[in-house]
């Protein structure tokens, strides 16, 4: 055999071997970067749909807080409510209700069977809008306010009668609040949607319409500046596809001969909503739904959800993101490992085993990370420290998790995480009876911080909230979570509590380290704590109803402790 016979004899068969082995762990690396990614895309698509519906009924939700503020419903009361149509009593009780949501419902009206109407419109703190007809007035009169019975600025003067609109008109027939199709507002022009009630006075006497709004236009606003991928897009439709929200730059109404009419999901211009919406099996479905289309564009993937049911809307939410987003980078990677694989032919099959196996090990950490996101785990510290692809997308990982958790400010976990594990912990609990899982919730409301606020300004606010977050993670154990619920109510989660003594002395241990004097840049300040509690399962099985008895039981104790400071004082 010649030399160079053994030559090639030797170089092909090792060649073959190092390229077949190369080419298999490619295949092993792109599956497994594949499957990590479309675990976190289908969690990611979740948790935004959940995010949205979140949001939205929040403000769904506060349209009928506001009604009930002014119009009590029977159930809430221990006789029926009897509706005085006085406009100077009812101007008093719109200021209040008009400031409950002012982010969204900030707008509360009346319109009588006579045709008066009032209405307070909350535009800011400072910025107050008064809508006054008083039944003898031919036109309505609008004036900049600054309080109760104010009248000094008029803006215009208008035609407008309540009894032609169409909120008025739908609410005359129910006696329940109801919502009216999307239509524009007669003032301000934009994309709304109102929920209306009507009232009585005495002896069922019909007196007229309360209402107030919900802009479409804040919603739009919200989804705009949702982060969820380059390409993707979310939108809410109502059950006839007429678009309600868009997260997208297209505005979801034409010009019809001159008037403004809102437009389908399947006619919008953006492809990416037209396209999903038109080849969607079930256009409204009852539950959430992940699915996968194949468009002209590529594969999309889509989440789907109801939304609005329990609110007596018929709404659903739509997420979705090409592929091509959430695979990018795991492409790329594939190509260098294909160049990485005739490398491993110059120097060796044992570095590039050694390469590739260190490039599985840590996308089976993504894996893994991943699965715990999804089930509403703490995700484990991946300590990938690579700066390639991988490295990029365990650090934008993180980064989601950071975005998705934790509050900005404190550190700790938002809400929507706190809701993630909780849900995890009851899901548990109902596959594994046997084991008897339980966990109580502490609802934690920070005393005297607005003096804070006003006396040291925001900044000095902040730092105390900072302090006190910290405070209460070292007061738990570190299979415990502490999460800030809004404002300066944080909400600490206690697993495998055994009793209540358990609970009060953890109780009294946080109270204890909340209230040690805070240090701040000039001087020395103190706030106290309030806390409630509620255990799964002894005090309810939905978190919700946890937090709201958790909830009253610290509002009853803040309520004991103010009664008792001021007996003391006397």
């Known amino acids: 055999m010649s030399r160079s016979s053994l030559r090639r004899e030797l170089v092909i068969p090792i060649t073959a071997v190092v390229v077949g082995v190369s080419i298999a762990i490619g295949w092993v690396s792109m599956k497994a970067g594949t499957d990590a990614?479309?675990?976190?895309?289908?969690?990611?698509?979740?948790?935004?749909?959940?995010?949205?519906?979140?949001?939205?009924?929040?403000?769904?939700?506060?349209?009928?807080?506001?009604?009930?503020?002014?119009?009590?419903?029977?159930?809430?009361?221990?006789?029926?409510?009897?509706?005085n149509p006085d406009l100077h009593v009812l101007e008093d009780k719109f200021w209040s209700?008009?400031?409950?949501?002012?982010?969204?419902?900030?707008?509360?009206?009346?319109?009588?069977?006579?045709?008066r109407f009032i209405g307070v419109y909350r535009i800011s703190p400072?910025?107050?809008?008064?809508?006054?007809?008083?039944?003898?007035d031919l036109r309505r009169s609008v004036y900049k306010v600054g309080g109760v019975g104010d009248r000094s600025v008029i803006i215009r003067t208008d035609d407008f009668d309540p009894r032609k609109r169409p909120w008025y008109q739908i609410a005359m027939g129910s006696t329940a609040p109801v919502w009216s199709r999307i239509y524009n507002n007669f003032s301000f022009h934009y994309p709304t949607i109102t929920l209306a009630k009507a009232v009585f006075e005495r002896n069922r006497q019909f007196a007229?319409?309360?209402?107030?709004?919900?802009?479409?236009?804040?919603l739009s606003n919200f989804l705009s500046k949702l982060d969820i991928s380059k390409n993707s897009v979310a939108y809410i439709v109502d059950e006839d596809g007429y678009i309600v929200a868009t997260s997208g730059k297209e505005i979801p109404e034409r010009l019809v001969n001159g008037v403004p009419e809102r437009m389908r999901a399947v006619d919008m211009k953006t492809t990416l909503i037209s396209q999903t919406y038109r080849k969607l099996s079930q256009p409204m479905l009852k539950t959430a739904k992940i699915q996968s289309l194949d468009l002209q564009l590529g594969t999309v993937d889509l989440a789907i959800?109801?939304?609005?049911?329990?609110?007596?809307?018929?709404?659903?939410?739509?997420?979705?993101?090409p592929r091509a987003d959430f695979m990018s980078n795991i492409n790329k990677g594939f190509l260098q490992s294909v160049v990485i694989a005739v490398a491993c032919i110059l120097f060796a099959l044992t570095v590039g085993l050694t390469i590739v196996e260190r490039v599985i090990r840590d996308i089976r950490k993504l894996t893994a990370a991943a699965e715990k996101f999804g089930n509403g785990e703490a995700m484990p510290k991946l300590d990938i420290r690579r700066k390639d692809e991988i490295g990029i997308l365990a650090q934008t990982f993180t980064e989601m998790e950071n975005k998705l958790r934790f509050d900005k400010l404190t550190q700790v976990a938002n809400r929507e995480s706190l809701f993630a594990q909780i849900n995890y912990l009851q899901n548990i609990a109902l596959q594994h009876p046997e084991a008897n899982i339980g966990f109580t919730l502490l609802f934690v409301d920070l005393d005297r911080f607005k003096s804070i606020n006003d006396n040291y300004g925001h900044d000095a606010g902040d730092n105390v909230l900072v302090i006190t977050a910290a405070r209460l993670r070292s007061a738990i154990r570190d299979s415990d979570e502490v999460a800030r619920y809004g404002g300066d109510e944080f909400v600490l989660l206690l697993k495998d509590t055994k009793n209540s003594i358990d609970i009060h002395t953890m109780v009294e241990k946080i109270t204890s380290l909340v209230e040690e004097p805070i240090s701040l840049e000039h001087d020395v300040v103190g706030i106290g704590a309030s806390?409630?509690?509620?255990?799964f399962p002894d005090d309810g099985e939905d978190y919700l109803r946890l937090i709201k008895i958790a909830d009253s039981r610290m509002y009853n104790l803040k309520r004991d402790r103010k009664t008792t400071s001021f007996v003391h004082a006397v």
Do not use: C
């Open 97 to 115: 209700a008009s400031g409950l949501f002012m982010d969204v419902n900030n707008y509360v009206y009346f319109g009588g069977k006579d045709g």
């Open 126 to 136: 400072t910025d107050v809008q008064l809508f006054w007809r008083e039944p003898t």
């Open 305 to 321: 959800s109801p939304l609005g049911n329990k609110q007596g809307l018929h709404w659903q939410t739509i997420v979705a993101v």
């Open 531 to 535: 806390i409630g509690w509620a255990s």
């Open 208 to 218: 007229g319409v309360v209402a107030t709004d919900v802009t479409l236009k804040e």
């Open 37 to 83: 990614v479309n675990a976190l895309s289908q969690r990611i698509l979740v948790d935004m749909v959940n995010r949205i519906n979140l949001a939205t009924e929040k403000h769904l939700d506060g349209a009928l807080t506001a009604i009930e503020s002014i119009a009590p419903s029977a159930s809430h009361l221990p006789r029926e409510y009897e509706f």
